[in-house]
Structures are given as C-alpha cells and as structure tokens.
C-alpha cells in the first residue's frame, strides 16, 4: 500500500427508478409506464433505504450514487429529494464524489437542473440514441432531434460539466456518414463522456418481434464497421476508450461503472437492482407491486442469492479485463481458442499478454462463454 492511501475499499449505490413514458422498442430492463404508481414506489423505496443502512459492513466508502432505470429525471423534485435525502441520512461513510441521474431529453428543463445541482448531483447521462428523426421513431424514442438539443443546450447553461450521451449503432438503413453526423453534432456541445451501445435484439421486447416478422434487417458487419468507426472518430477528438462501450475525456470516466468492472461492493435498490456484497451477488424482484408488498411488510424484496465461488469470480475478472482491454494472460486462454481466435483476428499479443481487437471486443460476451 503506497504512503497516505487509504485501506477502505470504496462502494456505490444504484437506485432503479422503473418509470418510462413510452416503451423503447428495444428495452429489456424492467420498467412501467404507469406513474400512478409513483407514489407507491417512493413510499417502498424510502422503506427499503431504511432497511438497507446496514449494508455496508466493513466501513467501505460509499463513493458513487447512480440514479437509474427507466427514466430518473421523469420523477417530480420532492420525490428525488426524498430519495436522496433519505440515503444521506441513512449511510455512513458517504463520501461521494459522483452522483449521476439518468435522463430523458424530453424531461430537460432549468428548474430541474439547477435543483440537481442543489441537491449534489454532478453527473448526467443523457439518451440522445440518435440526432436522426427516422432512427428516434424506429426505436420508438419518446424525444424528437429538436428536444436532444434543446435539452442540451441548456446543460451547457447549467453548473452540471460532467455529462454523458447515450448513442446506438447498428441501426437497420444507418450508415456511417449518419454515424458521423451524429458524432459531430453532439460533439459540439463538449460532453465529457460518450457511451456507443450496439443494437441488440433481446427476446421480449417489441423489437424482436419486429425481427421476427421481417420487418427489418441486421447486417452484422455494419456493427464492426460502424464501431471501428466510433472508435476512431471519437478518439481523433480526445475521447479516449477505456471499456468496451465507455469513451472519455482525460478524467471523466464513469466512476460508479468502473466500480463495477474491479469487482467493488455495490448496494442496489429499487425493483430488479442487483447488489454485490462479500462474494454474495442477489437481485430484487423485478415487479413493482411484489417489491412494495414485501417492503410494507419489512421484509426484504430479494428475489435471489448467489455465492459467487473462486471460478466464477476469476471468469468474471477475465470478462472485465477483456471489456477494458487491459490484456489477460496467455495461460488464462486453452491453447487451442488462442490459436483460433489469433487466425479470426479477434486477439493480438502483446508484452506476453493477449489484447482485443475491435472485432474481438464487439464479440467479447459470446467469445467469454467459451472460458465457462
């Protein structure tokens, strides 16, 4: 341990606030569009903050508090301060140096960001997805172009600096000279932080039912072209790539996600948050109406737990080490996958350890399956 470094682990809280107006076509994550039921969830949430102080037990430093879902920023101020307000008062060791909230470009307005700042948030993630109005309406977006950079001028107006946007690629019709275009315009609003997810078809959601009726078409090598282009192009403006998905400026990566990725504690409240604790992985239950009885009755909404044993942790650390790029051993991969993945240029060497190339990141979560 270096001179003066302090011996506690840190730690991150996430809060999954489920509410949406529309449904995306392509999300997976549990999420509701009756806020009716706001009331409902502040009132169960509060409670399970209150059961949960206890969490922590090893005096970890709480050192980020991401506000997530679903939309947070469709929440009304007093119901967020009351969430917030109730994690101050309920934690110890609160030292938090990044407090992020999701949000909606609809949802933009100066009221709610100078009460964000107020209250200690300094961090936004903004879903843009795309500046295209026929790829917004594709994915069902709840937001138009016009509303993205409205919302975005006004976070430049505001104290907030530290912000992210949320872009898809891979889109059905996209081509990189639409990629580009987006790039660059939101570039000229200075976000610290780009996150470039690829569009994945998951199983119970309009969009795969889209795909299985033909409605649309995939071309899989659109996906690797329109990420290496990502990757060159952002980095061209100083964005450099430190995970997979994760593009930043010189000291602005995601602290609360890169917490994740070393295998920190983390607390998750919410229905379908997931927490991390001593080796011990559980999950909340994913319906809003089962997590709020169960709180009513000061009961715990823990749908599942799950010791994670030796194996599992080194895999996941390998899993990590890949989607960062920070280069894994050579003796962690069977010789014959090495091999094979040198001919399909999906891994280099470099200094005795293997490093991902852009092919080989795109295909890194199906590729980690072969290690299990």
Request: glycine residues 4%.
């Amino acid at each position: 341990m270096k001179v003066g470094e302090d011996p506690k682990k840190t730690a991150g809280i996430y809060v999954h606030i489920p509410f949406c107006h529309k449904a995306c076509s392509y999300c997976d994550f549990y999420f509701s569009v009756q806020k009716k039921y706001i009331p409902t969830f502040i009132d169960a949430i509060l409670k399970e903050i209150e059961l949960r102080k206890d969490f922590f037990q090893n005096q970890e430093i709480i050192q980020t508090l991401y506000l997530g879902g679903g939309t947070p920023s469709i929440l009304h101020l007093s119901h967020l301060n009351k969430i917030y307000s109730r994690i101050l008062n309920n934690f110890k060791n609160l030292k938090l140096q990044e407090v992020t909230i999701e949000a909606n470009p609809e949802d933009i307005t100066l009221e709610k960001l100078h009460f964000w700042q107020a209250i200690g948030i300094n961090r936004i993630s903004l879903g843009v997805q795309s500046i295209h109005e026929e790829e917004l309406q594709f994915m069902k977006r709840n937001h138009t172009n016009n509303q993205t950079l409205q919302a975005l001028e006004l976070i430049n107006k505001s104290d907030i600096n530290n912000f992210n946007i949320d872009i898809i690629y891979g889109l059905p019709n996209s081509s990189i000279s639409k990629l580009e275009k987006t790039l660059q315009t939101l570039i000229t609003f200075n976000p610290t932080h780009f996150s470039c997810y690829a569009l994945t078809i998951e199983p119970n959601t309009l969009l795969n039912h889209q795909y299985q009726k033909k409605q649309f078409h995939i071309i899989e090598e659109h996906y690797l072209q329109q990420y290496d282009f990502i990757v060159k192009y952002l980095d061209s403006y100083g964005y450099h790539r430190y995970e997979l998905s994760n593009f930043a400026k010189t000291g602005y990566i995601s602290l609360h996600n890169s917490s994740y990725w070393k295998h920190n504690p983390y607390l998750g409240l919410g229905p379908s948050a997931h927490s991390l604790y001593d080796k011990q992985r559980s999950a909340n239950i994913a319906n809003l109406h089962q997590y709020s009885e169960k709180l009513h009755s000061n009961e715990l909404p823990i749908a599942f737990y799950e010791k994670l044993n030796s194996e599992q942790i080194h895999i996941e650390e390998i899993m990590f080490a890949i989607r960062q790029n920070l280069g894994i051993k050579v003796h962690d991969l069977p010789e014959n996958l090495l091999l094979d993945w040198y001919k399909k240029e999906y891994i280099y060497l470099e200094n005795n350890k293997i490093f991902f190339t852009n092919k080989g990141l795109m295909l890194s979560d199906s590729l980690i399956l072969y290690l299990i």
